[in-house]
């Protein structure tokens, strides 16, 4: 139903004679006389009201010799009513719809941006490290430098305090230059180090590869 529609049978229902006309027509069939007694109207005032209700479809009217018989529409009274709760809560559940259309074309992006940052990560690695897990040298480019350095730290037991000795000897595991990766540990802040002993920061400080271009 259109919005005319719907504004027109608000429009019949906006008047306390046609809702009392309605109730009385709901126990069945009336004629305009009776209605009028049993209202305390006019027949003419019946007429003009029942003429509204008519043109909203709520009324149906035959006529028996000289009187008109009136009946309650019930389908286009319920078909009215539905009619403008549907089209009230529309908005209100279109919204909602492009909300959720919205919610999964995110997670669509963010699965895909996961998915992509993973091959990426596993191409660097499979480029530096042999099937050894030796680390066949240092990348020059920073994203891909962080890779490894991330890769290497999550091997590393958080909250344990190592001597220099000691990583040393866990960078040398994967690479001979224990200097300079200890030196980029540092540097990039995956590890803390205080008077030659040597810490894991939490992953939350440590760099974001993934933000580089």
Known sequence: MQLEKVVAYHKALADPTRIRMLILLADGERNGLELAERLSLAPATITHHAAKLREAGLVGERREKNAIYFSLNEYFLRDGADAAME???????????????????????????????????????????????????????LKKKLVVLEHL?????????????????????????????????????????????????????????????
């Open 153 to 213: 730290a999550q091997k590393l037991e958080p909250g344990r305090k190592y001597p220099e000795k000691d990583i040393n000897a866990f960078i040398r595991e994967f690479h001979p230059d224990f200097a300079t990766l200890r030196r980029e540990f540092i540097m990039q802040q995956y590890l803390f180090r205080e008077k030659e002993i040597y810490e894991l920061n939490p992953a939350e400080m440590w760099p974001r590869w993934a933000e580089l271009s």
């Open 87 to 141: 089209l009230i809560l529309r908005s209100r559940a279109g919204a909602r719809r492009e909300e959720t259309d919205m919610d999964e074309q995110r997670e669509f992006e963010e699965q895909a941006r996961r998915e992509e940052l993973e091959k990426y990560r596993s191409g660097v690695l499979r480029s530096f490290f042999d099937r050894e897990g030796s680390l066949k040298n240092i990348p020059a480019q």
